[in-house]
């Protein structure tokens, strides 16, 4: 038996080449390690990714935004982890899958990994580029080649991990489902668009 194995194995480097091997390992222990952190960091990622999405800045201060990131950003994370752990606990449990709520949240927690990994380059960011990232004015940006070069370098950055978490995710909960990563893929999407459907229906009724 080799030492990954035979010891807990530190996610922020395993999720990345070995996830279901991690997964397995957390689920046997019924660690939680790591778990609460990751569902934070990876809610303040994407808070500050709506952020820039929608050119907020206009609107909101700099200062401001930074700061409803730390207050909402953890809550969101938070959320997104229960909410989908529960979702796709759910539809195995529907289709006569193994795995409970308890093993997805830990699937799905691991599984923020390369989300989380990315807050180091979102303040590398809000260093260089200020309150640009929020804004459709990039005046700093347009002045310099180097740092528009560097902000797309950033963007490739942010879609090859962003592909890469799915990868991750899909694979960590075929751990729990004990099926294929691609049967696992398949789950996450469909579960996701029923639950964004059934939401948008009731929004519409109740809202």
């Not at 979702?87 to 529907?94: D, K, Q, V």
Request: overall charge negative; proline content about 4%; aromatic content about 14%.
């Amino acid at each position: 038996m080799n030492l990954f194995h035979e010891e807990m194995p530190n996610p922020w480097l395993t999720m990345w080449r070995r996830p279901r091997e991690t997964v397995r390992i957390y689920v046997e222990s019924g660690s939680n390690k790591w778990l609460w952190l990751l569902a934070v960091l990876a809610g303040i990622k994407l808070f500050l990714d709506n952020a820039d999405a929608q050119n907020v800045g206009d609107q909101i201060p700099f200062g401001s935004i930074i700061f409803l990131s730390l207050v909402f950003g953890p809550l969101i994370g938070i959320f997104n982890w229960y909410l989908f752990s529960g979702l796709f606990a759910l539809t195995g449990r529907i289709l006569g899958l193994s795995g409970g709520w308890g093993d997805m949240r830990r699937a799905v927690g691991l599984s923020c990994v390369p989300l989380a990994s990315l807050m180091p380059l979102w303040l590398v960011k809000l260093v260089l580029f200020g309150s640009e990232v929020f804004t459709p004015e990039t005046l700093l940006l347009d002045s310099s080649l180097w740092l528009l070069g560097l902000i797309v370098l950033f963007y490739l950055v942010d879609l090859v991990v962003g592909v890469w978490y799915l990868v991750t995710l899909s694979k960590s909960v075929a751990e729990v489902y004990e099926c294929s990563a691609w049967l696992a893929l398949a789950l996450i999407l469909v579960s996701s668009m029923v639950f964004t459907v059934v939401l948008g229906f009731l929004l519409l009724f109740f809202v």
